[in-house]
C-alpha cells in the first residue's frame, strides 16, 4: 500500500486514542451485542467523554471544531475492528449536521451539545416502506396546527433507532408542491405518538440496532422545522455527498483489513503440505485486489481532500460511494474464497464482514442509483 498523505500529527494520535477506546470499550463486548441486536448504551456516553462524536460541531455548542478527518479517522477505525454495530457514523456524519449547516441557533443550542456528550443519540428518518431511494414519494405528513405540527406516517430501516433521543423526520409539509413541499422537522423520542417498532432482524450489522419507527398524531413545536419550511428536499441533496463520502471511506477500509487478514491467513493454512500463501492462483489474486484498493485508496483520499474545502460535489461523491462499495463486495468475497471452509465461520472476521458488506451496496443510495446520477451528468 501507498503512504497516505492526507493526516497530520494531531490526527495520527487522535487515531491511536480512537483505537485504544475501541480496542477497551468496544471490541471485548462486541459478540454479544450482536446477540442482542444493539450494542450498550452506555458506550455513546463514553464515546462522548473522549471526544467521538461529532468532531466537526463548533466549539460554542459544546463540539470540538475540528475538521472532517477526525470523522473519518473514527470511521476507519470502528470499522478496521469490525465493529458494526456502532452507529457513530450515522449520529455524526449524517443527522446532526442536518441541524448544525441548516437549522437555526435555538435548536442547535439545544440539541448538539447533548448529542456531543452522548447525552442524546440521533438519528435520520428518510425511508418509508414504500419510498426507499425515491425521496419524493415519501408519505408522513406534517399538517400545521396552531403553533404546532401534527406529525402521521411511519419509517423503516432507521439505523439507531432503538437509542435514538432524537430523530430528523423528512416530512411532506405541502402534498401538492412535489420535492418543494419536503421538510426535515426534528423529533424528540419522549413526544407522545412517538412509537418504536421492533428491532429488525437482518443478514449483517447484527449489533446495529436498525428500527421501524410510527408517528401517530404527534405534535410537535413549529420551531423544530430545520431551516426553511419546504427546504428540505435541498438540504437533502446537499448532505448527501458527505454521507455517501462516508460510506465509501467505510467501504475501502473493510476491504484493506479484509486483505490484511487474508494475507495472514494464507501464510499460515496449509494445503498439499504447503502455506496457500505459494500457490500462484492465491498471489494473482491478492495481487489484483491489491492493484485496486490502491487505485481506490487515492480517489477516495481525494475526494476527503475536496470534502475538507467544500468543493466535494454529489456526482464526484457518488463515484466514490459507487467504487467503494461494488469494490468492497468483491474483495471481501475473494477473500473469503482463499480463507475456505473456515471463511464461512462466523467466529472468522471475514465471515462477519462478507455478512455485514451487502448492504453497502443499498443504503446511502443504491449502486444503480449512483450510476444514474453518473450518467445524467455525463450526458447532461
Known amino acids: 500500500m501507498i503512504a497516505r ?21 468496544a471490541a471485548p463486548y462486541h459478540s454479544q451485542w450482536e446477540k442482542d441486536g444493539q450494542i450498550d448504551r452506555q458506550l455513546w456516553n463514553k464515546a462522548g467523554e473522549m471526544g467521538l462524536l461529532c468532531p466537526t460541531m463548533p466549539e460554542q455548542f459544546g463540539g470540538p471544531g475540528v475538521d472532517y478527518r477526525y470523522n473519518v479517522i473514527v470511521n476507519e477505525e470502528i470499522t478496521k475492528q469490525g465493529l458494526s454495530g456502532l452507529g457513530f457514523i450515522v449520529h455524526s456524519d449524517i443527522t446532526v449536521p442536518y441541524i448544525n449547516n441548516n437549522g437555526s441557533n435555538a435548536l442547535k443550542k439545544k440539541y448538539i451539545p447533548g448529542c456531543v456528550t452522548g447525552e442524546l443519540v440521533g438519528a435520520i428518518a428518510m425511508t418509508e416502506p414504500g419510498a426507499g431511494s425515491d425521496l419524493q414519494g415519501i408519505k408522513t405528513t406534517a399538517v400545521l396546527d396552531g ?4 406529525i ?19 416530512c411532506v409539509t405541502d402534498p401538492k408542491a412535489g420535492a418543494a413541499g419536503i421538510s426535515l422537522i426534528v423529533v424528540e423520542a419522549t413526544t407522545p405518538g412517538f412509537e418504536r417498532g421492533q428491532n429488525l432482524e437482518k443478514i449483517g450489522l447484527k449489533a446495529q440496532d436498525t428500527s421501524e419507527l410510527f408517528f401517530n398524531d404527534m405534535r410537535v413545536p413549529k420551531e423544530n422545522v430545520i431551516g426553511k419550511l419546504g427546504a428540505g428536499f435541498s438540504y437533502l441533496m446537499n448532505e448527501l455527498p458527505q454521507e455517501r463520502l462516508g460510506l465509501a471511506v467505510a467501504a475501502l477500509m473493510s476491504c484493506e483489513t ?10 499460515e493454512r496449509k494445503a498439499f503440505g504447503k502455506p496457500v500463501a505459494v500457490f500462484q492462483n492465491t498471489q494473482f489474486k491478492l495481487a489484483e485486489l491489491s492493484a485496486e484498493i490502491t487505485s481506490a485508496r487515492c480517489f477516495i483520499d481525494k475526494c476527503i481532500e475536496l470534502h475538507l474545502v467544500g468543493k466535494l460535489d454529489a456526482v464526484t461523491a457518488s463515484k466514490a460511494k ?32 462478507y455478512a455485514d458488506a451487502r448492504i453497502q451496496r443499498i443504503y446511502g443510495g443504491t449502486s444503480e442509483i449512483m450510476k444514474l446520477i453518473i450518467g445524467r451528468d455525463l450526458l447532461s
Open 5 to 25: 498523505t492526507l493526516f497530520e500529527n494531531e490526527h495520527e494520535q487522535f487515531r491511536d486514542s480512537v483505537r485504544k477506546f475501541l480496542t477497551q470499550h
Open 147 to 150: 403553533d404546532e405540527y401534527v
Open 152 to 170: 402521521n406516517g411511519s419509517k423503516t430501516f432507521i439505523t439507531n433507532g432503538q437509542h435514538a433521543d432524537i430523530v430528523v423526520v423528512v
Open 258 to 267: 479484509a486483505m490484511q487478514q487474508t494475507i495472514d491467513y494464507v501464510k
Open 322 to 353: 459507487l467504487i467503494g462499495s461494488e469494490l468492497q463486495g468483491r474483495v471481501i468475497d475473494e477473500c473469503l474464497q482463499l480463507h475456505g471452509g473456515y471463511g464461512y465461520m462466523w467466529e472468522f472476521p471475514i465471515a462477519r464482514a
